[in-house]
């Protein structure tokens, strides 16, 4: 185990572990609730929003931050640090990038061809960036 975070209410316990998976525990039964696992090596770090009702997960080894429904389990949002800004893929495919200079470093590969940011955007109905505007989900 890496990290533990109690709910706000005192009602849950999220525990981070280098197997890669993030578990919700109750504290009152201690019976585990949920299991959160798109960390790729080892999960580091969580906190509870405010209200309890989502959770941030760090993967100290693999580069992302990502944002979680603590009812559901359901990933809200990967957060991936770039050299100067942010890039957040969201679960549609959608995606934004935010930051200095983060135009050429975002891309996806596909087998061996590689494609910059907004180069599928059209091509790929799954994969297309948000305006600038665009409020990411809460």
Known sequence: MSA??????????????????????????????????????????????????????????DGTTRLWDTASGRELAAMIALSDGWAVLLPDGSYKVAGEGTEDTLWWAIN?????????????????????DHVLPR
């Open 4 to 61: 533990v975070a109690f709910s706000p209410d005192g009602s849950h316990l999220a525990t981070a572990s280098w197997d890669q998976t993030v578990r919700l525990w109750e504290t009152t039964t201690g019976q585990q609730t949920g299991q959160l696992t798109d960390h790729t090596r080892g999960a580091s770090a969580v906190a509870f929003s405010p209200d309890g009702t989502q959770l941030a997960t760090g993967g100290g080894w």
């Open 112 to 132: 061996t061809l590689r494609f910059d940011a907004g180069d599928l955007d059209g091509h790929i109905p799954s994969i297309h960036r948000l305006p600038e």
